[in-house]
T-cell receptor, first 114, second 111 residues
Framework: DTAVSQTPKYLVTQMGNDKSIKCEQN?????MYWYKQDSKKFLKIMFS???????INETVPNRFSPKSPDKAHLNLHINSLELGDSAVYFC?????????????FGNGTRLTVT | GQQVMQIPQYQHVQEGEDFTTYCNSS?????IQWYKQRPGGHPVFLIQ???SGEVKKQKRLTFQFGEAKKNSSLHITATQTTDVGTYFC???????????WGAGTKLIIKP
């Protein structure tokens, strides 16, 4: 199936731990994103990569570090997790750079920090 | 700063009634996109409007883009339980490298 897939689907961890979320797209898209959706459903962009190059970094704490080994993969590593990091994290991709390309979202990773 | 406001936050309807959500931008938009997120799901792209005054239909859904390209609406005729979810509008930031999202309108069908 062509899709944006991210793992894990659920992540429960304690404050202070380090965790990673992985994302892969097989749509052949050039651009990938990480979004955070809080409990009020507000969608906030965190990062965007175009062909492995970082193009958007939206005032995210440096505890969050994205890595794109190739244009089909975009991973998110989070250090020293805090309670406020609890949210749903969505990976997304689009055919090309720029905000005129529709986004294809992964199924999300629900992160709970206790 | 540039903003996209979406109202209402929630709308409760009886099945079979109509539903409308409105999106207003503080700046002229080159395009506007609409997404639907089912409960527990992920946002799914519905449509993109580009032209001033554009109207597009998808079965019971009608999308409009205002003449000034600063507002948009999504209207659902005769809602069904499958329409339940949160509807988001999103438009490009002036830089055009990212989208600015509305806060979403949650459609709730009354039992």
């Amino acid at each position: 199936d062509t899709a944006v897939s991210q793992t894990p689907k659920y992540l429960v961890t304690q404050m202070g731990n380090d965790k990673s979320i992985k994302c892969e797209q097989n749509l052949g898209h050039d651009t990938m994103y990480w979004y955070k959706q809080d409990s009020k459903k507000f969608l906030k962009i965190m990062f965007s990569y175009n062909n492995k190059e970082l193009i958007i970094n939206e005032t995210v704490p440096n505890r969050f570090s994205p890595k794109s080994p190739d244009k089909a993969h975009l991973n998110l590593h989070i250090n020293s997790l805090e309670l406020g990091d609890s949210a749903v994290y969505f990976c997304a991709s689009s055919p090309r750079q720029g905000a005129s390309s529709p986004l294809h979202f992964g199924n999300g990773t629900r992160l709970t920090v206790t | 700063g540039q903003q996209v406001m979406q109202i209402p936050q929630y709308q409760h309807v009886q099945e079979g009634e109509d539903f409308t959500t409105y999106c207003n931008s503080s700046t002229t938009l080159s395009n506007i996109q609409w997404y639907k997120q089912r409960p527990g799901g992920h946002p799914v792209f519905l449509i993109q409007l580009v032209k001033s005054g554009e109207v597009k239909k998808q079965k019971r859904l009608t999308f409009q883009f205002g003449e000034a390209k600063k507002n948009s609406s999504l209207h659902i005729t005769a809602t069904q339980t499958t329409d339940v979810g949160t509807y988001f509008c999103a438009g490009p930031k002036v830089s055009n490298y990212q989208l600015i999202w509305g806060a979403g309108t949650k459609l709730i069908i009354k039992p």
